[in-house]
């Protein structure tokens, strides 16, 4: 058993003074966060892309003929500290971030691509990569090994190796001001997020006395941090979709919906209207370059949906199928809420969470303050490392002495079979205004082989914006937040059971259309008494989460499961119609959004709404033309987890097929091929279907 010796240095000695290119030696040779300081980052990019640029001069100016070892092998190998540099940087970017820590990523930015377009458009490179790929016939490589030769011809194809000299010039500038503009994106969601508050006065108690103590407590806190008096509410999830839950001041809530909703729309001083634009456009234009209808068609060349005909019909099918039951949830919760408030007018959407958690009330004598006190998060935590520990022999070990970048984070230390150091895990719960909203999985450092031929394990992290504990009270979490949590600890696991030689195809390195399999497919455990038995209890007085109040979670959940799911879905119609566009958009955003969800649309339009423009999935990060993958994967992880549900929920032997066969396996072979070697077959939609309670003989 390791516990905190150094491994497989990672940097060696390049400038002492400087953190990033230092030798670590630090437990496990992590990042050494406590001695990073935003003056450190741009002088580790310059040696880190000068470092990568020399590897590369020296394998185009090897006078030996190309081979899979001098060229392809090289290339994969290339970038280990620039790798270790844009880890560290970027995860940081997301969850502590500073207005210095923006200005490096606006400098860096146009440096990174323009590395990368020396790369991809090196002539001479890709000369000796393709004189490896065309003899790859007569190569006896193994598995992963084809699939990075492919990869890499690929990829170098579909960064413009093959175009003309002037044509490169062009694809240089787009893919320039492209990068530059999804990061100005980010930047503005993020300012537009931070900037609103909704401060209730002191003198107005009794807009906040009929909510629960929680919500009043984390607003209380949220006041107190801001140096403000009251009570206050903020764009970020654990602040306002409580207050839209059990708050009744409907003309308050419908102010911060529409403040949610109308970020970087209605907001000039962080307007992204302009930029989506500009970026749709862009993006039509570098596809067209490389000969290719429409960026969608461009993107899904490389999923397991192949073409923009099958996502199309994949989501007119599942919508047909499902809209019927979407509306019946729809008008069942508008006429439940208009019989308890005849003037409410029309159903609108700031009133959907507050009515939505009555009726659960009401018809399944339900409410999230039942659930939560069975879900605080340290027991929610075990409660996961206990899943991964059933179902795959996986332990955990805190660590507190590893350098953590906010003193937030937790550190555990994991191990597999036969004890072996799996990799390490970050575990950051709280929302602050250094951090982005929402909750993804990311690492500082994935896994590999290096030079030396040493195994180098991954550094995975896990960002989640849950509720805060109170002075009265520990992190309570909603049954959504636990469920997320299932979620991004499903993508950590694909990361820590990376096995292979080269990074860019071991852990969630996968096709899009598949990487959302293993976080969905723990989400299934969120509802089995059998796993919630084992560590579910009450904060206060350590009683076992009822049966009953399972079954009532059980049934409550397949209600609006449908509505919930033309909602995504409407998402994915977004994604779709952004990127399938064959000229640029004329029209105004919102309207263009409207027309493209129109028949998934079930609430009246709301006029000065806009998601696009804080659609950060697919304008600032790398969902474009592939939303639809969570729909997509949903049908993998239904499909998957009937097999559990068949040969029980803690099988080891499924758990380990699912272990050997998708997760240490990464991209290494096609998506299809991995799942077929797990469950036998191809996917069946009905799985799914069933869980949302559509009757397979509606379809």
């Not at 107005?204 to 806190?221: G, H, N, R, T, W």
């Not at 690492?443 to 030079?451: A, G, L, P, Q």
């Amino acid at each position: 058993m390791m516990s905190t010796t150094v491994q497989n240095t990672i940097i060696g000695g390049c400038d002492e003074s400087n953190p990033l290119l230092s030798t670590y030696n630090t437990p496990f040779n992590t990042p050494p966060f406590e001695k990073i300081e935003v003056k450190h980052y741009a002088p580790a990019f310059e040696v880190a892309i000068k470092e990568a640029r020399d590897g590369v001069d020296e394998i185009v100016s090897n006078v030996e003929d190309p081979t899979f070892g001098n060229t392809i092998e090289a290339l994969a190998q290339n970038e280990v500290i620039l790798s270790e540099v844009i880890g560290i940087f970027f995860a940081l970017h997301s969850a502590e971030t500073s207005d210095e820590m923006e200005e490096v990523a606006t400098d860096i930015q146009p440096l990174l691509t323009e590395y990368s377009n020396d790369i991809s458009l090196n002539e001479k490179l890709f000369e000796r990569v393709k004189c490896v790929y065309e003899g790859r016939a007569e190569l006896q490589l193994d598995s992963e090994q084809v699939m990075l030769l492919e990869n890499t011809y690929k990829g170098f194809a579909r960064s413009g190796a093959a175009l003309s000299g002037e044509d490169k010039v062009i694809y240089r500038e787009l893919t320039t001001e492209l990068s530059s503009l999804t990061l100005k994106f980010q930047q503005n969601l993020l300012a537009a997020t931070n900037s609103y508050v909704l401060n209730i006065p002191e003198s107005d108690s009794a807009k906040v006395a009929e909510l629960p103590q929680f919500v009043i407590e984390s607003m209380e806190v949220e006041a107190k941090e801001r140096g403000l008096s009251g009570w206050c509410v903020t764009l970020q999830f654990p602040s306002f979709y409580p207050f839209l839950t059990y708050s009744s001041q409907r003309d308050l809530k419908e102010q911060v919906w529409r403040a949610y909703n109308s970020r970087c729309f209605a907001d000039d001083k962080h307007s992204n209207v302009e930029i989506v634009k500009r970026v749709a456009e862009l993006r039509l234009k570098v596809a067209n370059l490389l000969g290719y209808k429409t960026y969608a068609d461009y993107v899904l060349e490389e999923r397991m949906a192949e073409s923009v005909e099958a996502v199309d019909t994949f989501l007119d099918n599942l919508l047909e199928s499902t809209q019927e039951y979407a509306v019946e949830d729809f008008n069942v919760l508008k006429e439940y809420a208009l019989s308890k408030d005849n003037s409410l007018g029309d159903f609108m959407p700031w009133d959907f969470p507050y009515y939505e958690e009555k009726y659960k009330s009401d018809k399944y004598a339900l409410n999230e303050e039942e659930i939560k006190p069975y879900l605080q998060l340290e027991n929610a935590s075990k409660g996961v490392f206990l899943l991964a520990e059933r179902l795959f022999n996986l332990r955990f070990v805190e660590n507190s002495s590893v350098p953590k970048y906010h003193q937030d984070v937790k550190v555990y230390e994991v191990y597999g079979d036969d004890d072996k150091y799996m990799g390490l895990l970050y575990m950051d719960f709280f929302p602050r205004a250094s951090k982005r909203g929402g909750a993804w999985m990311t690492t500082f450092r994935e896994m590999f082989v290096d030079k030396q031929g040493d195994e180098v394990r991954p550094l995975v992290s896990v960002c989640c914006n849950f509720t805060k504990p109170t002075e009265t009270e520990p992190s309570l979490l909603t049954f959504d937040e636990f469920t997320t949590l299932l979620h991004e600890f499903g993508h950590a696991l694909h990361g820590l059971f990376a096995e292979g030689k080269y990074s860019s195809i071991t852990g969630t390195n996968v096709y899009r259309d598949f990487v959302e399999l293993p976080s969905q497919l723990l989400e299934n455990w969120a509802t089995e008494r059998e796993f919630l038995d084992l560590w579910a209890v009450h904060y206060k007085t350590g009683e076992r989460m009822p049966a009953a109040l399972i079954d009532k979670i059980v049934t409550a959940k397949r209600f609006n499961a449908a509505y919930a799911n033309s909602r995504q879905i409407s998402f994915g119609l977004n994604d779709m119609a952004w990127h399938a566009i064959t000229s640029p958009i004329t029209d105004s955003i919102d309207k263009f959004e409207q027309k493209a969800t129109e028949k998934s649309r079930l609430f009246p339009i709301v006029e000065g709404s806009c998601m696009s423009t804080a659609f950060a999935h697919i304008f600032a990060g790398g969902y474009a033309a592939g939303y639809y993958s969570y729909k997509w994967a949903e049908v993998l992880e239904a499909d998957a987890f009937s097999l559990f549900k068949e040969k029980g929920i803690f099988n080891v032997d499924v758990a380990t097929a699912y272990k050997n066969n998708i997760l240490t396996k990464g991209g290494t072979l096609h998506p299809m091929d991995l799942y077929v070697n797990f469950r036998g077959g191809k996917p069946d939609v009905t799985a799914l279907l069933d869980k949302m309670g559509v009757e397979r003989n509606h379809l």
